[in-house]
């Protein structure tokens, strides 16, 4: 079967580098997604890998690798306002995005 | 540029009662349309998705149903709800029909079944 597996909860402090993994099983694959969710609110995009290494935008930075089904999540000089859950999701071989239940991550001053 | 409209914002209904929750896209055309569903404390769960006018696929076997009346609008409805119903409602969009593009999500319709 296909599945998704992130940790449900980290927490870190403010100002500090915090990594949020994330393991894929799926049949095909065609990337890998990221997206931030605050509570009660819609997800928005984060990133998209789908190539083996590093994307860097800002504070934030995906990694991916392929051969090893992995992918994290690279948040740097945390801020307050990073508290919010992280989703991973994997496009499979049919084009349907496989997604994560989310890492609910907590920053605390 | 493109915005993704959803209605209403929260909603409660009793259980056994219709619903009808409405999704409207502007800037693009011929989007493909999603309805994912997310209880709490849980990832998104895919429930329709619609590559153009009248073309709706279903993910999950259920008491709800889809439909795409016209080239942005997206359409989530049910007979009679069930209290497994309740939860937050997402309608996303994404521009290409085999689709490596992003899902861009609207703000969500929060339901609760009572």
């Known amino acids: 079967g296909q599945n998704i597996d992130q940790p449900t909860e980290m927490t870190a402090t403010e100002g500090a580098i915090v990594q949020i993994n994330c393991t894929y099983q799926?049949?095909?694959?065609?990337?890998l997604f990221w997206y931030q969710q605050h509570a009660g609110e819609a997800p928005t995009f984060l990133s998209y890998?789908?190539l083996d290494g590093l994307e860097e935008k800002g504070r934030f930075s995906s990694f991916l690798s392929r051969s090893k089904g992995y992918s994290y999540l690279l948040l740097k000089e945390l801020q307050m306002k990073d508290s919010a859950s992280y989703l991973c999701?994997?496009?499979?071989?049919?084009?349907?995005?496989?997604w994560g239940a989310g890492t609910k991550l907590i920053i605390k001053p | 540029s493109q915005t993704i409209h959803q209605w209403p914002a929260t909603l409660v209904q009793p259980v056994g009662s219709p619903l009808s929750l409405e999704c409207t896209v502007e800037?693009?055309?011929?989007?493909?349309l999603y309805w994912y569903r997310q209880a709490a404390g849980r990832g998104l769960q895919l429930l329709f998705y619609?590559?153009?006018?009248?073309?709706i696929s279903s993910e999950v076997p259920q008491n709800l149903s889809a439909s795409r009346p016209q080239d942005r609008q997206f359409i989530l409805s049910s007979k009679k709800l069930l209290l497994s119903d309740s939860g937050f409602y997402l309608c996303?969009?994404?521009?290409?029909?085999?689709?490596?593009?992003?899902?861009?999500f609207g703000p969500g319709t929060r339901l609760t079944v009572l």
């Open positions: 799926t049949s095909g694959f065609n990337g």
């Open positions: 890998n789908v």
């Open positions: 996303a969009w994404s521009t290409l029909p085999t689709s490596t593009d992003t899902q861009y």
């Open positions: 800037g693009t055309s011929n989007p493909n």
């Open positions: 619609s590559v153009g006018i009248g073309q």
């Open positions: 999701a994997a496009l499979d071989s049919n084009y349907q995005l496989i």
